[in-house]
């Protein structure tokens, strides 16, 4: 059964930096690469960044890059989303799947919420 858990998500000021973290099980997680999602109130989910099953190369949607860096421990079967210079766009539910921009799998987790706000 796959399943993903996602935490470290809080209440920070804009400019304020976060780290999410993201455990997945269920299928083989070092041979998947594996997105961050967002969806804010009201709007659809969006893709926000994703890595290879290696974790040598990276992407990241414009509203995110250079501000956003995602990481991940195949030995932990755990990704990381490393947030800074937060803004208020970027309050949301974060969830994390496998794939590259669309979701592999139809199961999400419960996502962990971001409020960016003075």
């Known amino acids: 059964q796959v399943q993903f858990v996602e935490s470290g998500g809080g209440l920070v000021q804009p400019g304020g930096s976060l780290r999410l973290s993201c455990v997945a099980s269920?299928?083989?997680?070092?041979?998947?690469?594996m997105t961050w999602y967002r969806q804010a109130p009201g709007n659809q989910r969006e893709w926000v960044a994703a890595?290879?099953?290696?974790?040598?190369?990276?992407k990241y949607a414009d509203s995110v890059k250079d501000r956003f860096t995602i990481s991940r421990d195949n030995a932990t079967n755990t990704i990381y989303l490393q947030m800074t210079s937060l803004k208020p766009e970027d309050a949301a539910v974060y969830y994390c799947?496998?794939?590259?921009?669309?979701?592999?799998?139809?199961?999400w987790g419960r996502g962990t919420q971001v409020t960016v706000s003075s």
């Open positions: 799947n496998s794939g590259w921009v669309n979701a592999n799998f139809a199961s």
């Open positions: 269920g299928f083989t997680f070092r041979a998947h690469a």
């Open positions: 890595i290879t099953a290696g974790g040598r190369s990276t």
